[in-house]
């Protein structure tokens, strides 16, 4: 092999590893909220010029597809990247509100101006040297927010395009310790999560309208995927969030909610209390004394999905919980012919399960908290029932009368659910969610139920 043609094939591999070795993310240790005595800046980096990127080809394809796509070049670089710079300020905002020295840095900085940093030590440390910061602003450590790269990615077969231009907008969010230059939070989106279609017509120059609005709803996602990851999903949604421009006529800076509001997966157990309705049919069917309803507990897994701009969690959940407690059944009073004789107690213990599909909806944030609705539809069965009775008319040729019969228990019907819940951080992955729900079956038993409940979600 040629000495210049090995150093091609070097240079490739080389390329290759590049591009495919993403940096590992680093969460935000929870000690981090319980420690408040630093003063921290808040800052968004330079941001690079947006271009278009392209996967598969050889050089010399890459270089012909370059060459067809110059106009979109062109375009794209003309793109200011100011829409980003907002997100800084949301930063030291929420930081402010949960008791920070927090102090906003106005100018996007600029890492080409600081040296590489050389670690003398084990550990994640920021790639340049950020610790001279420290004395300009007065801080000892610095939350910096910044796009990584951006444009638009197309596959290629050789120089024949497999697919359109997809705007998007990968963000990058770090915590630096000024003293040391450590990381103490790092995280990179991934590119397949920053992009999006374009909805209507891409190649319309020299404007690129529609591809446009695109890559701004892409900037979008990238400041809410850094507040998510850094607080946990709960950022107050500012009152304007856009930033208009005028001389770019349609193409501004969507909302959060135009782009979503990127909910996390969850797993969630909760303590519930459920009572029934005074005028339910199961209190004529078991008598009308002892206690029914009682405590329960659920459990429900939640997984994102990307329906309703990233607001609808799909997933599943169980419950149980005593239905009625001893002696729930009340009196029986035993007759014959209409005369009393003697009585009994009805003992009618017993647990409703229930299991169903289920719709989680975001609604919104009340300050720290996230608001959801919930839906739920799936079966409602039973065990533990016993001693159960219904009333018996019987007819003589005088008189009527009636009777205790036994009664089969309970039987597996279908059952409904609506939930209300805030969900209430107390660390990056934690949150308790105070809950009230109505539940209700639509089988014989007709059960309608008020649930109070207390729990707690992880999210992922």
């Known amino acids: 092999m040629s000495k210049p043609l090995l150093f091609v094939v070097l240079g490739s591999a080389s390329l290759v590893l ?103 030590a084990s550990g994640d440390f920021h790639e340049r040297d950020c610790r001279m910061i420290a004395a300009d602003e007065g801080i000892d450590a610095l939350v910096l927010l910044s796009i990584d790269r951006w444009g638009t990615t197309r596959k290629y077969y050789g120089f024949i395009p497999l697919e ?79 930033v208009s421009r005028a001389d770019e006529g349609t193409r501004s800076t969507p909302t959060v909610a135009d782009e979503g509001v990127w909910n996390r997966s969850a797993v969630s157990g909760s303590l519930v ?32 999905t990307s329906l309703m701009n990233s607001r609808v969690r799909l997933g599943a959940e169980y419950s149980v919980q005593i239905l009625a407690s001893e002696p729930s059944g009340g009196t029986i009073e035993w007759s014959y012919a209409g005369i009393p004789v003697g009585s009994s107690a009805a003992e009618n213990e017993f647990l409703g399960h229930g299991i169903q599909g289920v719709a989680d909806i975001k609604l919104g944030n009340i300050r720290t908290a996230t608001l959801y609705g ?56 934690l949150t308790v969610d105070p809950a009230v729900r109505i539940f209700q079956s639509f089988g014989n038993e007709k059960i309608f139920l008020t649930q109070l409940s207390v729990g707690v979600s992880y999210r992922w």
Not at 75 to 85: E, K, P, R, T, V
Not at 215 to 225: E, Q
Not at 276 to 304: K, T
Request: aromatic letters at 12%; charged letters at 25%.
């Open 18 to 120: 590049a591009c495919g070795c993403g940096p590992s993310n680093l969460a935000l240790k929870s000690d981090f909220w319980q420690t408040k005595e630093r003063n921290i800046g808040v800052a968004v980096a330079k941001a690079p010029v947006a271009a278009t990127y392209r996967q598969g080809g050889g050089l010399l394809d890459q270089a012909i597809a370059k060459a067809a796509t110059g106009t979109l070049e062109a375009h794209l670089q003309s793109i200011d990247s100011s829409g980003f710079d907002d997100v800084a300020r949301r930063f030291w905002e929420n930081l402010k509100g949960r008791g920070f020295n927090v102090k906003l840095i106005e100018k996007p900085i600029d890492l080409e101006k600081f040296a590489k940093y050389t670690p003398t």
């Open 164 to 242: 359109s231009p997809k705007p998007f907008c990968v963000g990058r969010g770090e915590l630096i310790n000024l003293r040391t230059n450590a990381l103490e939070w790092g995280v990179e989106m991934n590119e397949e999560d920053a992009k999006v279609d374009v909805e209507g017509e891409w190649d319309k120059p020299p404007d690129f309208l529609d591809l446009t609005k695109a890559l701004y709803k892409t900037v979008n996602r990238a400041k809410v995927y850094l507040e998510n990851d850094f607080f946990g999903g709960t950022m107050v949604a500012p009152s304007a969030p856009g």
């Open 273 to 304: 209390y459920g009572f029934f309705s005074p005028n339910d049919q199961i209190r004529f069917d078991w008598g009308d004394q002892g206690s029914f309803g009682g405590l329960g507990v659920e459990a429900r897994l939640l997984f994102r």
């Open 374 to 429: 919930s839906l739920g539809l799936g079966v409602l069965f039973f065990s533990g029932a016993k001693d159960r009775y219904e009333v018996v008319p019987v007819a003589t040729p005088y008189f009527t009368y009636e009777t205790f019969e036994p009664a089969e228990g309970p039987s597996t019907e279908p059952a409904g659910s609506a939930r209300l819940y805030a969900a209430i951080p107390v660390s990056r992955s």
